[in-house]
């Protein structure tokens, strides 16, 4: 954007990006001059946009912000996705969503996360002797950053990974931006057939462990309803490993970008869980995040937010907000501040926290044993960057070794 010009209101999104994947600029602006700021989405809903990190973190745990996004008149992206299934933990406030994340907890604990790292080192080391058995250039989005988290994905939910592949479209439509909403609504509808299929799987088997089968048993004794076990499972279907391509697509592009810090990490390993908390900071998977909707009227920064309205309130808002993170436009894997924000607060603090902090330190130590001296294939400036999804992604990630 025109650095000296202010941008028209309401704001469109998606947004132009800054350099390198960076967050739009629109963000630092809307920060300094309009931290409520209107925003049209591509369906033609309006929504507030919140962009410092304490009022990020006042939206996430105040009861007058729903995540119930299957309210009527509730705001969407395109159209009918994943947000319209009513039952799903993500659409849930307390104490239903309390009573639904008892039953998954068990699986996302720091402890039992520790337990996945022999089966994520070894489809990563999988991927990496395919990748070296090849020539070069390649292009590591296609070869390692998007099969890992499906394959990683596949085992810990325990389903075929050839069933999932089948409906991977159908999930990705749910977070695309250039799609129309009958697209968007015929892939909501291809999913929960799939989600279908793999509860009756699951019901057949018995005595899975793994995170659908707790859920299965959970409806079983009564824990939770039969909506409740569809749209959980459905969601965890969508979100279970397509949120972890863009870290690792961008965190290896802006680690190859700071080669020094990341010659450190080569040779001091103990440093790579600082460099995922910086990459983590840098690079939220996503720009705008998913609405939550007002309950009541409320009063922030003299903008009266009524209730009804739909407002977003970006992790990049708070992970680059001045006044908590120097310098935030500076990567520095030794900063004393953690990657925390980009989790969220209060009861929707992302469940998969510890497992995305282990899948991606595995994910970068693996790939940059296997290949230190990897490079990029093209100047960092003629990497093409994706502005028609719900996250932050370059098209390709070409490099040679």
């Not at 909506?227 to 870290?247: I, K, N």
């Not at 980009?342 to 469940?351: E, K, M, N, Q």
Request: net charge negative; charged share 20%.
């Amino acid at each position: 954007m025109d650095d000296h010009a202010p941008p028209d209101l309401p704001l469109r999104y998606p947004f132009a990006l800054g350099p390198h994947g960076t967050p739009p600029p629109v963000l630092a602006w809307a920060r300094e001059n309009r931290p409520v700021c209107p925003v049209t989405l591509p369906s033609g809903d309006r929504v507030w946009m919140i962009t410092r990190k304490d009022d990020i973190a006042k939206v996430f745990t105040d009861r007058r912000f729903s995540r119930d996004l299957t309210c009527p008149g509730a705001p969407r992206f395109v159209g009918a996705d994943f947000t319209v299934v009513p039952g799903v933990i993500f659409n849930l406030d307390p104490p239903d969503h309390t009573r639904i994340r008892r039953v998954l907890n068990p699986f996302y604990t720091p402890a039992r996360v520790e337990r996945y790292r022999p089966m994520i080192e070894r489809h990563a080391d999988s991927l990496l002797e395919a990748m070296g058995s090849g020539r070069g250039p390649a292009d590591l989005l296609q070869v390692y950053a998007a099969p890992l988290p499906l394959r990683v994905s596949c085992e810990l939910l325990d389903i075929p990974i050839e069933h999932r592949v089948e409906y991977l479209h159908a999930f990705r439509t749910q977070i695309a931006l250039n799609v129309d909403a009958d697209q968007v609504a015929a892939a909501t509808k291809t999913t929960l057939e799939f989600t279908e299929q793999v509860i009756a799987a699951k019901q057949a088997a018995s005595g899975g462990d793994d995170p659908v089968s707790a859920l299965v048993r959970a409806h079983r004794n009564g824990t939770i309803s039969e909506q409740e076990l569809h749209g959980t499972v459905s969601y965890l279907l969508v979100t279970g490993s397509d949120p972890l391509v863009s870290p690792v697509a961008t965190g290896v592009i802006t680690l190859l970008r700071h080669r020094e810090q990341l010659g450190r990490c080569i040779a001091q390993p103990e440093l790579w869980p600082k460099a995922v908390e910086e990459v983590l900071r840098f690079h939220h998977n996503g720009v705008l995040g998913y609405p939550r909707v007002a309950t009541e009227d409320v009063m922030l920064h003299g903008v009266r937010i009524v209730e009804g309205d739909g407002v977003c309130a970006p992790m990049l808002g708070a992970t680059w907000d001045e006044r908590h993170y120097p310098d935030p436009g500076r990567f520095d894997i030794h900063r004393t501040t953690d990657a925390t924000a980009t989790f969220g607060a209060g009861p929707h603090f992302c469940l998969g926290a510890a497992f995305s902090r282990l899948y991606l330190t595995i994910s970068f130590r693996a790939l940059f044993e296997r290949f230190p001296g990897l490079r990029l294939a093209v100047s960092e400036h003629d990497i093409p960057w994706r502005n028609d999804l719900g996250q932050t992604r370059p098209d390709q990630v070409p490099v040679s070794w």
